[in-house]
């Protein structure tokens, strides 16, 4: 498997520039196709108003128009950026629906989607505040997540494997298969409270080093119980391993559990310090 074709959120926060040169950089490293994608979003209307008289400005149609002038410039600064970067194979696309639909659309017909970390000080947070987790649970695609802030020149170079023996934890290992093969060091982790009754044998963690090794990666082995918080201590992990990116399993329970129980996916999500890789 490699990555033939990678699709980057567009938008007008601070933190663009940055998602698209990531992107950029897995293009060409991977020989992939790069989609900038810029969802304009719809005007709301209210229904109580009526079609304007014949003559008057159309206020709907002139909202609309704006949204899409906006997200045309998102294109074409994308498209800027990366020519700059010399990625040779890539597109910019304006889509006028709302950003979660948009994304969840486009999502199936790509390897990986390069979004950005919720930013609850920005003042769109309300209205996008769960689009990682819409676009990772819907979208049927890997979901690369970046943090609100941090510079990553390069990620994937020295990578953390959240493991627990799941079809999550596996089909992410498959989608970050990829970047696993060219990563300079692999940690395959395995994090476990010790409140928990269904521990992972030595042996499962074997045999998941021997899948790995079969693909070219020669991961080393964690496994450890814990007592606190799964999420915290895992990005506690990656900081002790000097990681640059997370590899993890995305919703083991339903949404409403992993709500409810406050689960390692809502918490990595959160307080993300290193970009995640995330599957479901």
């Known amino acids: 498997m490699s990555y033939r074709s990678i699709l980057v959120h567009l938008d007008d926060s601070p933190r663009c520039a940055l998602r698209t040169e990531i992107a950029a950089g897995l293009a060409l490293a991977h020989g992939a196709h790069l989609r900038g994608l810029a969802p304009a979003g719809l005007v709301n209307v209210p229904a109580r ?8 400005p159309n206020y709907f149609e002139l909202a609309q128009a704006s949204l899409n002038e906006r997200a045309q410039a998102l294109v074409r600064e994308f498209e800027q950026r990366v020519r700059a970067i010399g990625v040779e194979s890539f597109d910019g696309r304006v889509d006028e629906d709302d950003t979660v639909a948009s994304l969840v659309q486009h999502a199936g017909v790509h390897d990986l989607v390069v979004l950005g970390q919720t930013d609850r000080a920005s003042p769109s947070a309300k209205v996008d505040l769960a689009l990682p987790e819409q676009v990772l649970m819907h979208g049927g695609t890997a979901t690369l997540v970046v943090p609100v802030v941090g510079r990553f020149e390069r990620i994937g170079l ?13 089909r992410a290992v498959h989608d970050a298969m990829p970047i696993l093969r060219r990563a300079q060091s692999v940690h395959l982790t395995c994090l476990e409270r010790e409140s928990d009754l269904r521990h992972l044998t030595r042996l499962q963690l074997n045999d998941a080093r021997d899948w790995l090794i079969r693909h070219g990666v020669d991961p080393h082995l964690h496994q450890e119980p814990i007592r606190g918080d799964v999420g915290e201590a895992l990005l506690s992990r990656a900081d002790d391993f000097g990681a640059d990116l997370i590899v993890m399993g995305g919703y083991g329970h339903s949404r409403m559990a992993e709500f409810l129980l406050g689960g390692v996916t809502r918490r990595l999500l959160a307080q993300m310090t290193v970009p995640v890789l995330v599957s479901h």
């Open 49 to 56: 108003l009526t079609p304007p008289a014949s003559g008057s």
């Open 158 to 170: 020295n990578v953390v494997v959240a493991w627990n023996a799941t079809r999550e934890s596996a």
